[in-house]
């Protein structure tokens, strides 16, 4: 696929100039014109003459997804086509890779895909719950309202992303402070008191020659610890998306106390918000765990649904391999062998869904109440150390005068 650079007039006589990527140039060309330009020129663009631009636009959150489904569904509603709902909401969206992917499903559509088809090209901005969702409103008539629900859906995801983020905004932010004191007292306050104790040749107890040690060591070789500390944070993330480090990742926030109630209540609201979301649009089980199982963000329930997919197949009902992987508390699996006798599995989820968001809530504040007090003592030990040095060779000093 070429790039194509163009300048061009819009509707309201205001000239535009931009790069199209194409596969030749009467697709450009149609494309523009669909767009209500008046194209001027038109030329394909090599290595050097390709515009250079910077996309600090990130992954579309849930947040940018909800609106957009949420606006496709009222706008399509209202009978306009699909076509044009989707160059309306190219033209609104302030998300740069939502935009272009906008822009190229609406192209793809233009050419005879179906929408799901042309979302499931743009996998890095489209979730496939998303374009599953899109698929099964098609085939129902109905994309409206699976659209509607995917609106919903999102928004729940982004209340539930923002809880969290809301929990650990708090202790990063004081790690941050508390390493830039740390890094100051060594650098700039402990070597002056250590030239005043060096002078009246006091004798620095063990407290203290081990913080100036520490001083020395980051004034002569800082060159080497700060690239050392970002060689060794890139190791760890790399490192950390790896299959083992997944696990072990994974492994980790399931074994902390504080931690693990979060995980767990989150993964079983999710669980069951995306799985009624799948099987109220008519998708069926065993494709709706599938893809439940790839929402999930730690790997130990990703593989725990997936296996649950090779045991529904088989005619397992879901509630059983829940039960048995030993992940979701009781109250998921007792609550969906309900459901699974009562013909009512949508309905169950819905409520495990909306009272598992609640205990989310609920969990993101008490982790907060927890690690504040925490906080503050990591603080105080750190900061007593340094005090500590700074004092030991004081107190020395005047139990020396006192004994003369």
Same mark, same amino acid.
């Given at each position: 696929? #070429?790039?194509? +650079? ?7 006589? /205001?000239?535009? *100039? +931009?790069?199209?990527? +194409? ?13 209500? @330009? ?8 090599? !290595? ?17 997804? #909800? ?11 209202? +009978? ?13 969206? %302030?998300?740069?890779? $939502? ?28 979730? %496939?719950?998303?374009?599953? !969702? ?13 659209? %509607? ?13 923002? @809880?969290? /983020? ?29 030239? &005043? ?12 020659? &081990? ?33 083992? =480090? *997944? ?6 926030? $399931?074994?902390?106390?504080?931690? /693990?109630?979060?995980?767990? *209540? ?5 669980? #069951? ?32 649904? *997936? ?23 009781? &109250?998921?699996?007792?609550? &969906? ?13 819905? /409520? ?21 007090? !925490? ?12 005090? =500590? ?16």
């Amino acid at each position: 696929m #070429a790039t194509w +650079g163009y300048v061009a007039i819009d509707k309201s006589g /205001k000239e535009l *100039k +931009g790069s199209r990527d +194409g596969d030749n140039i009467e697709q450009v060309t149609r494309e523009l014109k669909n767009q209500g @330009l008046i194209i001027l020129e038109l030329n394909e663009q090599s !290595m050097l003459t390709k515009d250079i631009s910077f996309d600090f636009g990130g992954k579309p959150t849930p947040r940018d997804l #909800a609106v957009f489904c949420r606006q496709f569904a009222s706008i399509t509603r209202a +009978g306009v086509t699909i076509i044009q709902t989707l160059n309306m909401l190219a033209e609104q969206t %302030e998300n740069v890779k $939502l935009q272009k992917a906008l822009y190229a499903v609406r192209a793809d559509v233009e050419k005879g895909e179906s929408f799901a088809d042309s979302l499931a090209q743009h996998e890095k901005v489209f979730p %496939e719950l998303l374009v599953q !969702m899109a698929r099964a409103g098609e085939a129902s008539g109905n994309l409206e309202t699976a659209m %509607e629900r995917m609106a919903d859906q999102f928004e729940k995801s982004a209340k539930t992303q923002a @809880l969290i /983020k809301k929990a650990m905004i708090y202790p990063i932010l004081v790690a941050f402070v508390a390493v830039a004191v740390v890094i100051v007292m060594l650098v700039f306050v402990i070597p002056r008191y250590m030239d &005043m104790f060096e002078e009246l040749g006091t004798e620095l107890p063990g407290i203290t020659k &081990m913080v100036v040690a520490m001083s020395n060591f980051i004034q002569n070789y800082w060159y080497i610890l700060a690239p050392a500390i970002i060689v060794l944070v890139f190791v760890i993330k790399t490192w950390a998306k790896t299959n083992s =480090g *997944k696990h072990v990742v994974g492994k980790l926030t $399931l074994k902390i106390p504080a931690i /693990k109630n979060l995980v767990v *209540k989150s993964a079983s609201a999710l669980m #069951a918000r995306t799985l009624s979301t799948l099987l109220t649009s008519g998708v069926p089980l065993v494709e709706a765990v599938d893809i439940v199982s790839d929402t999930m963000s730690n790997i130990w329930f990703k593989e725990a649904l *997936k296996a649950a997919t090779e045991q529904i197949m088989i005619g397992v009902p879901l509630s059983q391999p829940l039960q048995e992987c030993g992940l979701f508390p009781p &109250m998921v699996y007792h609550m &969906m062998r309900i459901g699974e006798e009562a013909g009512s599995t949508e309905e169950m989820l819905n /409520k495990l869904a909306d009272y598992y968001e609640e205990e989310v809530e609920m969990a993101v504040q008490s982790l907060m109440a927890a690690m504040e007090p !925490m906080i503050i003592i990591v603080l105080a030990c750190i900061v007593g150390v340094l005090i =500590g040095a700074v004092m030991a060779p004081m107190v020395s000093m005047y139990a020396a005068l006192d004994n003369l």
